[in-house]
């Protein structure tokens, strides 16, 4: 990975250090965390962007001094205009919790003894609260960062921009400080560019964020009702006409709700295609990875899901080799794998990004082990991707024609199920959607007979 070199604006990092040696030891460790966050230590609280006090608890009138010392902070505070950070960390915070919080409102983060950790979060959650982005040591064009942006519609099938950011904290994941808060556009603005796609010749509009199925929205006026989620967003925007697929991409199983769920069963527009990513089938690795689901909650989603479409393809993104990763965690990855069937998945080995808290996390995994568990997991997937390829052949499907094909009378086209799939036939059907018999298949693609065609032989 290579560095970022425009940290041209450090974050200056105040860290008062009381008590024993335990909090020398996670002060340190709290200047490590922060670090890659661009905070570099200086030895005065005046100017600085982020001020923690590490406080003890042992001595008589500890927490009197712990609440003197703020209001000097405070004042120091009020001069550079509100521009900074004041946590306070260690033993008072903990007996005190809030409570520091309401008796000095200077304080914006509280955190107990071993949660240093949660200090990038917390940060990042504080610097997005007054608008800020954190800038960190990473590529801005980061791999996992980057999603296809929103554009003009150059084809029959075109991105539609409707939600940004963050909030889950995954622990592997660097979006949450690189991105803003999850944040939702408003319905109107949606609609407005979904019609103006559709009379540019847009048949198929796939809704983009970084956590889509967060989607919410209040209705229209003249639709009136309770708040919208991405399952209503999709009713309405399928009645645009024009708009004849609706896909979105990428979601979170926390965020995949019964109205969601529904949706694909009332929907026809609503293509059978979801990308619901699990990164693991150990409950105790999505436990460490701060995923808010289990395998068993995630199992029973896809249930449901497929209950209302029993034909939707399903797809994921999986790490491997997380922190602490047992040969018996991977084993559940394989088994909750075989158990779902994939239509398609991504795969990665976890790479530690600097500033996250699976970074500093105990039990890395030797990277010769990450390479042989990738390398059984893809080539499970490999095989499901095939299967699920080659179960489409012989059956006449509905396919947008997308464009001109490799050679000359070749068109090409996507099925329902996101395949790529290739046929002859005339260049006046591209941007229509027309019926397709699959009579081959391969890894990535599937070859078709146009069935206009078939009939007149
Ligand atoms: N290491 C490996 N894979 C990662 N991803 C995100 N962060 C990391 C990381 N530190 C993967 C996740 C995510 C996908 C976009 O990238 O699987 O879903
Ligand atoms: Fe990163 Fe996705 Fe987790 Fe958000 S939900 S932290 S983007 S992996």
């Known amino acids: 990975m290579s560095v970022q070199t425009s940290q041209n604006t450090p974050k200056r990092l105040f860290i008062k250090t009381y008590g024993c040696q335990m909090n020398v030891y996670d002060s340190e460790r709290m200047r490590d965390v922060l670090r890659p966050l661009g905070y570099q230590p200086v030895d005065t609280a005046e100017n600085a962007d982020l001020v923690v006090l590490n406080t003890c608890h042992i001595r008589e009138k500890a927490t009197e001094k712990v609440y003197s010392e703020l209001g000097q902070i405070k004042k120091m505070k009020e001069a550079a205009g509100g521009k900074m950070t004041v946590a306070v960390a260690g033993c008072v915070a903990q007996a005190e919790g809030a409570e520091i919080m309401r008796r000095q409102p200077a304080v914006d983060l509280v955190l107990g003894p071993q949660a240093y950790h949660k200090l990038p979060e917390m940060v990042a959650r504080a610097s997005r609260a007054v608008g800020e982005r954190l800038e960190t040591e990473f590529e801005t064009l980061e791999k996992f960062d980057a999603l296809p942006k929103a554009r003009e519609a150059d084809g029959p099938s075109a991105f539609l921009s409707v939600q940004e950011g963050c909030d889950k904290f995954c622990t592997f994941c660097v979006v949450p400080y690189t991105r803003g808060a999850e944040l939702s556009r ?208 012989g059956e006449t499907i509905p396919v947008l024609v997308t464009g001109k094909g490799r050679n000359p009378g070749q068109m090409h086209g996507r099925s329902p199920w996101m395949q790529a799939i290739h046929f002859d036939a005339p260049d006046h059907l591209i941007g229509q959607i027309v019926d397709v018999k699959v009579v081959g298949a391969t890894l990535n693609s599937l070859t078709g007979e146009y069935a206009t065609a078939v009939e007149a032989a």
Do not use: C
């Open 186 to 393: 408003p319905v109107d603005a949606i609609v407005a560019e979904a019609r103006s796609l559709a009379s540019q010749g847009v048949r198929e509009i796939t809704l983009l964020g970084q956590n889509v199925n967060a989607w919410h929205g209040a209705p229209p006026e003249i639709e009136g009702g309770n708040e919208w989620s991405l399952g209503q967003l999709a009713r309405h925007l399928s009645k645009i006409g024009g708009i004849e697929r609706i896909r979105y991409t990428t979601s979170h199983p926390r965020d995949m709700d019964d109205d969601l769920i529904a949706a694909h069963g009332d929907t026809p527009e609503l293509m059978p295609f979801l990308h619901l990513p699990v990164q693991s089938g150990s409950n105790r690795i999505l436990k460490a990875m701060n995923r808010d689901h289990t395998a068993e909650s995630y199992l029973d989603s896809l249930r449901r899901i497929r209950e209302a479409r029993p034909d939707i393809a399903l797809a994921s993104d999986f790490i491997v080799g997380f922190p602490g990763e047992s040969d018996q965690d991977f084993e559940d990855t394989m088994n909750l794998v075989r158990e779902v069937g994939y239509a398609i998945a991504y795969s990665f080995k976890y790479s530690p990004r600097p500033g996250t808290p699976a970074a500093d996390m105990f039990g890395h995994v030797p990277e010769e082990v990450k390479d042989e568990r990738l390398q059984r997991l893809q080539a499970l997937l490999r095989e499901q991707q095939g299967e699920f390829n080659a179960s489409k052949i």
